[in-house]
């Protein structure tokens, strides 16, 4: 069933890419295994899926340290404590819950101690929503200069999670505006755009994510 679910994503993948005039190299699909067991990371990746995505530091922490052969890249996508970091850093192949300078500074101090560079995304809190993490749109060029000056971590871009009571494709072109605008303001190529879920990845895909997070279409709903 994930074998076939994944072929299904994958056409689907690449009917969008080629109706918004992008190439399917472009676009990195992330099975967001939250709940999930371990035996269906094994199966998806034997299926030729590459990277997964998982929300709790505990289950993240479990997973990557039972099951981590070559070519599977680990993504944390979930709020991130501070305390919690250390569990995270040096694991993932990309942070994308980044929303302060306090989480930032903790990423970079212990990426020093790891001897390593992390790779992290900006998380943008587009709805104003106290649900979620993430920086405010009005104070995400401050943020992202900051973060900046720090050594051991890389900015590769902006995630964000739009309001799930309104229609996503709107808060997408927001987050592309916004990424292009940081570009331009701080002189730094940010490529990475993390956008797009089970119900609106097509649309993401049009407005130029470059990462989408797709869980029930691929593993079942929870």
Known sequence: MIAQNLDAISKKIGEATIAAGRDVSEITLIGVTKTKPLEMIKKAFEAGLTDVGENYVEDFS??????????????????????????????????????????????????SEEKVRQDILIQVNQGGELSKSGVEPDNLEVLVKEVSTLLNIRIRGLMSI?????????????????????????????????????????????????????????????
């Open 62 to 111: 479990d997973k990557q340290t039972s099951y981590h052969p070559s070519g599977l890249n680990y993504h944390f996508i979930g709020r991130l404590p501070t305390k919690k970091v250390r569990k995270i850093v040096g694991k993932a192949h990309l942070i994308h819950s980044v929303g302060s300078v306090k989480l930032a500074k903790k990423i970079d101090f212990v990426s």
């Open 162 to 222: 739009p309001p799930f009571h309104k229609p996503a494709q709107p808060y997408f072109t927001q987050l592309r505006h916004l990424r292009d605008n940081l570009q331009e303001k701080i002189g730094t190529e940010l490529p990475f755009l993390s956008m797009g879920m089970s119900g609106d990845f097509v649309e993401a895909i049009s407005e130029g994510a470059t990462h989408i997070r797709v869980g029930t279409s691929i593993f079942g709903s929870r």
